[in-house]
């Protein structure tokens, strides 16, 4: 069953009109919640944005990234911030960054499974996106996502094989 969505689900740059049903919404909000956290401290607060000005607004800092006009044309746009005094930092390793992205990943492979497309957006102004939705300077902004039903589903872009990534037992085996 996760094998299944670990290998259909793709980025999704293309939405259709359809409006997202507010019960799935809260489907993919309760996956991300309930994601693992550095000593479970739930560094995460997600924004949903619906208001379409606020949309275009925040489309507007995405200024050449690929995405740019799903956040546009998406129903909902959700901006994962984080409390970065909520999570470890460990050898210079913020695991805010960790705990952002298991949570948004249980969100978007949800997602997926209800028939609704995502895309990582990590390519993103901060300081713009948070003047616009009014997040305090001591949260870090640090993805979004549009949610929405697919209009078109890309090709499957490729992976490197087991063998180019996994060692066994030390680095230099083969
Ligand atoms: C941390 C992270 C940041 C990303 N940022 C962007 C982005 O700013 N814009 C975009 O269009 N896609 C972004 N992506 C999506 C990747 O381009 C995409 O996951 C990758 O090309 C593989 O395609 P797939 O998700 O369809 O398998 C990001 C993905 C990750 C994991």
Redesign the pocket.
């Known amino acids: 069953m996760a094998m299944k969505i670990f290998e259909e689900?793709?980025?999704?740059?293309r939405y259709g009109d359809r409006p997202v049903e507010d019960d799935k919404l809260q489907a993919v909000l309760e996956a991300a919640r309930l994601a693992p956290s550095w000593a479970n401290m739930q560094c995460w607060t997600y924004i949903v944005v619906r208001d379409p000005a606020v949309k275009e607004a925040v489309a507007a800092t995405?200024k050449n990234?690929?995405?740019q006009k799903?956040v546009l044309a998406a129903p909902v746009l959700i901006v994962a911030c984080a409390d970065s005094d909520k999570s470890g930092n460990v050898n210079g390793q913020p695991y805010y960054m960790l705990d952002i992205?298991i949570s948004m990943q249980q969100l978007m492979l949800e997602a997926w499974d209800l028939g609704l497309g995502t895309?990582?957006?990590?390519?993103?102004k901060e300081d713009d996106v948070r003047s616009i939705l009014g997040v305090p300077e001591d949260i870090r902004v640090v993805?979004l996502t549009p949610l929405g039903y697919p209009a078109v589903y890309?090709d499957?872009?490729g992976?490197k094989t087991l063998e180019e990534i996994v060692r066994y037992e030390r680095w230099g085996q083969g």
């Open positions: 689900r793709r980025s999704i740059r995405l990234n690929p995405i799903a992205g895309c990582w957006v990590g390519w993103i993805a890309p499957f872009p992976r």
